[in-house]
Every structure is written in structure tokens, then in C-alpha cells.
């Protein structure tokens, strides 16, 4: 997403970090309207990018992953995209957030109403895992790019 095209969107990102080049990052505050300013940034980034077959299934981890932020973490919470780079064809998304505990993966029941969103990051991208940081950690995964 082009700077200029976040402007409707400004009202629910504290900032825009970077959107050129082969990286973009946002940062959202820790408020429910994150979820949808984080996916509208990552379809609209992905689309700037000429990958669109990438969108849906981003913008909905991304989602997973945001969600999980609110759930558990107080403090702004980042997301970075990194567009593939030569042979490795694979678009990396990260999302951070100030609780430095790393996500537990969990069976969830049928009649849970939660509880799937780390399973659904581990089944639908080609690697994903944690690392932690100086205020926090970053969960990230990485989908593979059709060629």
C-alpha cells in the first residue's frame, strides 16, 4: 500500500513505517479495528506488488495473528511484509507485539470458540515460528509463491 493510499486509514495506524521497496511495515494500536486496518494494509500492499494470489490467505493469517495480539498484549502491534527476493519465492509476514511470552499451539475442541489460529498459521504457510525481541517477540510465517 503507497503512502498516499493510507491516508483513509489513518485514523487506526499509529504509523506507517515503510512501504517501498521490498519491505512494509505498519504499526497499529492494540484497539479491535487493528484486525481490519492490518488486513486492507497487507491486501493493498500485496496488490502493489502484483501479488494478489497471496492476498486472501495473508490478510486472513494476518488476522489470526493480530487477533491473537489483542487477546494477550497491551502495546502497539507491528506488521512487516517482505517481498521475495530471487530464488526463494517466498513472502515473509511478520507480526509483533510488547508480550515477550511466545504463542502455545493448542487442540482446540469442536465447541470452542477459539484456539485455532496458530493451527491454521502452521497449516497454510511453508514455515512459521517465533523469535523474541528487545520489547516483545514476533510471530511470523512464510507463504510460498506460485511460479
Known sequence: MKPDMVGS?????????DTDGGCAEWTFPAEPGAVRTA??????QLHGWDLDCLADLAALLVSELVTNSLRHATGPIGVRLVRPDG???????EVSDPLPDPPRERVAHPEDESGRGLQLVAGSSRRWG??????????????AVPG
Do not use: C, Q, Y
Not at 39 to 44: L, M, P
Open 87 to 93: 530464488l526463494d519465492g517466498a513472502l515473509r509476514v
Open 130 to 143: 517465533t523469535r523474541p525481541g528487545a520489547n516483545g517477540k514476533t510471530v511470523w510465517f512464510e507463504l
Open 39 to 44: 488486513r486492507a494494509a497487507v491486501r493493498g
Open 9 to 17: 486509514l489513518s485514523w487506526e495506524v499509529i504509523g506507517v513505517i
